[in-house]
Each structure stands twice: as structure tokens, then as C-alpha cells.
């Protein structure tokens, strides 16, 4: 589950009529029908759980709320997601200067997966 604040960011961009409609005749309780044109979407975030222990414990729950619940639903069927992991034992300013990087990186090039976490330098390593 993400955040509250993130969860009321994504209630406040992804509106209906917007990024999605009821089919004639629901009422909500149907799937919506997705209106935005986006081929693709990126989604950059953070974790302090190593990315081993996310899958085998938790199964990647963050992968299934941001293909499944959210930009699937708003019609967007490509969705490319990374994560910069470890956060709480990196250096403080490795982890910032790593995203734009990342980003110009897939941005630049149409074949990168971008499903395996980033791992920030951290300061048990130095």
C-alpha cells in the first residue's frame, strides 16, 4: 500500500473522465474503461527492503499496484518500474543524483528493463 499522501496524489491526477470512465450504465462497481494515451509509463521508487526479501516475503506487491490497480485501469499497458533500494543505509547523496541518471538512461534507450532495483551506495560499504 502506498503512502496516504501518494495515494491522495494519485485520487488528484487520475480523475475520472480524465483517466478513466464508467461504462454506460455503471454505477462503479464495473472495470473501468481507460482513457489516458500514454504507450508507457515509468515509475521511480524507494525501498528499504532488499529486493530478494521483497519478492520471497512480500511478492512484489508495489509491481502489481502500479501496473494492476493503477495505470491498467486508466488504459496504459506498459509499464516500466525501478527501484532504488537499499535507502536507509545509503549515503545521502548517492540515492538523488542516481535517478535523473537512471531516467536519461531509459529514456535513451527503448530495450532497458527496468524491473531489477538500483542499488544505492551505501555506507556499510565504504
Not at 59 to 82: I, N, S
Request: aromatic share 8%.
Amino acid at each position: 500500500m502506498p503512502p496516504a499522501i501518494l495515494k491522495g496524489w494519485i485520487d488528484r491526477v487520475l480523475r475520472p473522465e480524465v483517466a478513466y470512465r464508467s461504462s454506460k450504465g455503471d454505477q462503479g462497481e464495473g472495470v473501468p474503461v481507460g482513457l489516458l494515451k500514454a504507450k508507457a509509463a515509468i515509475v521511480f521508487n524507494t525501498t528499504n527492503t532488499p529486493d530478494e526479501r521483497e519478492r520471497k516475503i512480500f511478492g512484489d506487491p508495489l509491481e502489481a499496484l502500479w501496473k494492476k490497480c493503477v495505470f491498467d485501469l486508466c488504459g496504459v499497458r506498459k509499464v516500466h518500474r525501478r527501484t532504488f533500494a537499499v535507502v536507509v543505509t545509503s549515503i545521502p547523496h548517492s540515492a538523488p543524483r542516481g535517478w535523473p541518471r537512471c531516467a536519461q538512461r531509459w529514456n535513451n534507450s527503448s530495450q532497458t528493463r527496468m524491473t531489477q532495483p538500483t542499488k544505492i551506495q551505501s555506507s556499510k560499504n565504504k
